[in-house]
């Protein structure tokens, strides 16, 4: 099984979403433009004598389950993939993620390390690239939410449960935050991921992180 590619997953969806919702509005535009012209007023005037048009709304309505029902199919697709299938694959590392105000800690317990990134310390978050990472998010004090943009990937991190994920990075340095506001200094909850080959990351993580960051 290929391993789950979140930002594809996701980039796919948006390239689907964005012409079908261009569409839509560009539609809706041209009626109510239609409708300005042809139906304003004119004297004399005169009262409209009908009320509905059955197939226009009909069709109208069908034509929008159908949309919305392709759209649900393609989202939950996406979802089943990313919530689900990833979780099934075997990841090369697992990490445990501990949010709490205003510090993430990755505990990397096959190794006996963890690092820290908040509040005025910057460690870096190590992966293997192109291989499952686990990771094993959980809160201290108020939920937060694990970010990674350029993965089109957020979990929330909630007090008293183990959110499960699993993700995989290409080749890179993928910049991190908080994305749940958690409190005053909500925003000094950033991190970057270094996605590396999954040789340097054993070496860096053998060495339990004191090394350079590969
Ligand atoms: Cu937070």
């Known amino acids: ?60 309505a069908v034509l929008l389950a159908c949309v919305a029902a392709f759209l649900l199919y393609l989202t939950f697709t996406a979802e089943h993939k990313v919530d689900t299938l990833a979780n099934q694959e075997r990841p090369a590392v697992v990490i445990d993620v501990t949010a709490s105000k205003w510090l993430w800690t990755f505990s990397y317990p096959a190794y006996g390390f963890s690092v820290r990134s908040g509040t005025s310390i910057n460690q870096p978050l190590v992966v293997p690239a192109n291989e499952a990472v686990r990771f094993n998010l959980s809160s201290l004090d108020v939920i937060h939410s694990f970010w990674i943009p350029a993965l089109r990937y957020k979990h929330d991190a909630i007090p008293g449960s183990v959110q499960v994920t699993t993700l995989t990075f290409s080749r890179g340095v993928f910049p991190g935050q908080c994305a749940e506001f958690c409190g005053l200094r909500h925003s000094d909850m950033i991190f970057v991921a270094h996605a590396v080959s999954p040789a340097a990351f054993a070496a860096w993580a053998r060495g339990k992180g004191s090394g350079p960051t590969p």
């Open 1 to 60: 099984m290929a391993l789950v590619n979140t930002r594809s997953e996701y980039d796919h969806l948006f390239s689907i979403y964005v012409p079908i919702a261009v569409g839509v509005f560009l539609l809706i535009l041209v009626a109510v433009i239609a409708a300005v012209l042809i139906f304003r007023r004119r004297p004399p005037e005169r009262a409209a004598r009908w009320h509905e048009n059955n197939p226009v709304e009909g069709t109208y």
